[in-house]
């Protein structure tokens, strides 16, 4: 049977080829040369993976927000797990860091650190490349160029930070490097080679420094370590120590043991700005028991005991950062990671500590399994406006997927960059509505003041009405006598809560066509054809009439009325015979209406066979053969 994918067909394909692109090797290289690139509308707004780490650094072209993970794409620009975004516009840092012999390459941590020279970005990661150099674990990026330090570091390096005992300034690593015997979790650069610690952990599997920190409890500056340890050489520390260039100490008695607890980040935090309250040291992570008294993932240290933050975080925290100064934000304590609530109310995955309550944060976000991986605050030279940028998997914003990096300036979510189409997305069309041709896209929507359905313009997804709501499934254009109009037909949700099977666009407004219901999340195809009577909306897909029991596969419309031209209980869908109806329908292209040769009913008629065939040459496919 040949059937030559044309009309619909081409919004499946497209679909398709964008969860390719998205879905590349984090690894690759950025291409030197190519023929083919995305047109502006295709590229993530963001960029294409996980981002674990963020700074902000002035490499002397002006401050710019630098962000790290496992990606190989920012907005249209191919990187390799590094970009900078200057606040309108992406690019790489050379080569980027990549592995070689097919190892996958990553970045766990960005840090703005003087060594002595000036400024420049610290990276620690896994990775065994630097732009052009062999550069292990941990480089030094300025003036536009990549620096080793020394030999670098085997394995995963999670955090970096210079510290200063009285001997001079070192820089200090930690994570986890080496391999079976000779494994080991910290090490200090003086400028010439890398040393291990006095003590170092036991190891195992497990164990790892997440976080390092220089933070004065009261006793002096000194450098404290976090990660998932019970012991540093012979002292019992329970993943929080602390190291004052002579020897370690536990710090107030750690987290309770078992196989889980951990932390994640260590910051710094003053209460009161006015320095009438001492900074305390604060630990976020997953435990429920630190220093001997009960705390829900985050607590904050004093110099002499632990105390929990209010009622703390239902998950774990993975990221902090403070700020200091008011904007159009409230300052405090900003926290990060995988929870729904902070001091026991509703708060997705970020929230704010002001040192008395915590408050959330009005951003929307949705989805079982967002979570906040970095925090950064940056303001761009163009705006002059400070934001909060959060960057974690997946960032769905009311649903819509936003990419791995947002901003958020108090009051409104934006993706840095433009032109992602939404990854809810579900069928593409090209569409005349009588202003010209256009792409548009269908997707998933719950949001009242946003449309399930886009238009792209110039390069940018501009939503088609507003409040329409539901899942949508087929899309087209229909001229019902009044002049061309966009119709959709899916899942989809009246203002009062019920549902309907299609809609229609007139001026800026959704609304029901008729009374027909669609099954649920399942494909359909809609085209306009001309039977000889007058050209007419047909849909292909599963329906019923509300009270009715008879569903139906094929309807036609008859002005705001629809009528059924076969029945059944099976669905019509892209290449798929009815022996497939259990499959998941999310992966189809193209309705398939020689199939209703053997899912019609009998009552269907030969010559309403006959004008189906005709349908599919008019408008879905090539006429089965």
Request: proline residues 4%.
């Amino acid at each position: 049977m040949n059937r030559h994918k044309i009309g619909f067909g081409v919004q499946r394909w497209a679909m398709i080829a964008w969860l390719l692109w998205v879905g590349g090797a984090a690894s690759a290289a950025p291409p030197e040369t190519c023929g083919y690139d995305w047109s502006r509308g295709f590229n993530l707004a963001g960029v294409n993976g996980e981002v674990h780490a963020m700074a902000v650094f002035d490499d002397g072209t002006g401050p710019a927000l630098y962000v790290g993970g496992q990606f190989n794409a920012a907005g249209d620009v191919p990187v390799n797990n590094i970009a900078k975004w200057d606040g309108e516009s992406w690019s790489a840092l050379g080569r980027g860091l990549t592995s070689m012999n097919g190892n996958t390459a990553q970045v766990h941590v960005l840090k703005v650190i003087d060594d002595g020279s000036g400024p420049a970005l610290f990276v620690g990661g896994h990775f065994e490349r630097a732009g052009e150099q062999l550069i292990k674990g941990v480089a030094k990026w300025n003036v536009g160029e990549w620096t080793a330090l020394g030999d670098g570091l085997p394995g995963f390096v999670y955090d970096i930070e210079m510290f200063d005992a009285g001997t001079g300034p070192k820089l200090f690593a930690g994570g986890m490097f080496g391999g079976g015997d000779d494994r080991f979790h910290l090490a200090s650069w003086a400028g010439t080679e890398w040393a291990r610690t006095v003590f170092d952990f036991p190891h195992s599997d497990d164990t790892r420094v997440r976080a390092l920190h220089v933070h004065d409890d009261g006793s002096g500056l000194a450098l404290f370590a976090a990660g998932h340890f019970d012991f540093i050489g012979p002292v019992e520390t329970h993943g929080v120590a602390k190291w004052n260039g002579t020897n370690w100490s536990a710090v107030g008695g750690g987290v309770a043991m078992n196989n889980f607890h951990v932390v994640n980040d260590l910051t710094t935090f003053a209460a009161n700005t006015e320095g009438s309250t001492p900074a305390a040291l604060v630990a976020t992570g997953s435990f429920t028991q630190i220093g001997g008294i009960s705390a829900a993932n985050i607590a904050a240290w004093n110099g002499q005991t632990w105390t929990p933050l209010g009622s703390g975080l239902d998950g774990s925290g993975s990221a902090m950062r403070v700020l200091t100064q008011k904007s159009s934000m409230e300052a405090g304590l900003y926290v990060g990671g995988t929870f729904n609530h902070a001091g026991g109310q509703p708060s997705k995955s970020i929230a704010l500590w002001n040192g008395l309550n915590w408050s959330a944060l009005d951003i929307g976000f949705t989805g079982n399994f967002v979570r906040v991986h970095a925090i950064e605050f940056f303001t761009p030279e163009s705006s002059g406006e400070t934001q909060l940028v959060l960057a974690g998997k997946p960032l769905q914003v009311n649903s819509d997927f936003r990419g791995h990096v947002l901003t958020w300036n108090g009051a409104q979510v934006q993706s840095l960059g433009s032109g992602m189409i939404p990854k809810s997305a579900t069928v593409l069309a090209t569409l005349d509505d009588g202003t010209g041709s256009h792409l548009y896209c269908g997707a998933s929507n719950i949001d009242p003041a946003r449309s399930a359905v886009s238009r792209l313009v110039d390069g940018e997804w501009q939503s088609v009405g507003v409040g329409l709501r539901g899942f949508v499934n087929a899309i087209g254009v229909h001229d019902d006598g009044d002049g061309p109009r966009i119709y959709v037909s899916g899942y989809l949700l009246l203002p009062d809560g019920s549902t309907c099977g299609v809609m229609r666009l007139v001026g800026e407004t959704w609304g029901q066509v008729g009374q027909v219901i669609s099954s649920g999340l399942r494909p359909a195809a809609m085209t306009t054809f001309d039977d000889g009577t007058g050209p007419a909306l047909y849909l292909a897909g599963r329906f019923h009439m509300p009270g009715s029991p008879i569903s139906g596969n094929v309807l036609r419309l008859n002005g705001m009325q629809w009528t059924l031209l076969t029945t059944g209980t099976t669905y019509v869908e892209a290449g798929r015979s009815p022996s497939s109806m259990m499959e998941p329908a999310r992966h189809s292209f193209l309705a398939d209406f020689s199939c209703l040769n053997r899912a019609a009913s009998s009552s269907t008629s030969p010559s309403g066979m006959d004008q189906l065939g005709r349908m599919w040459a008019a408008g879905f496919g090539t006429n089965p053969s």
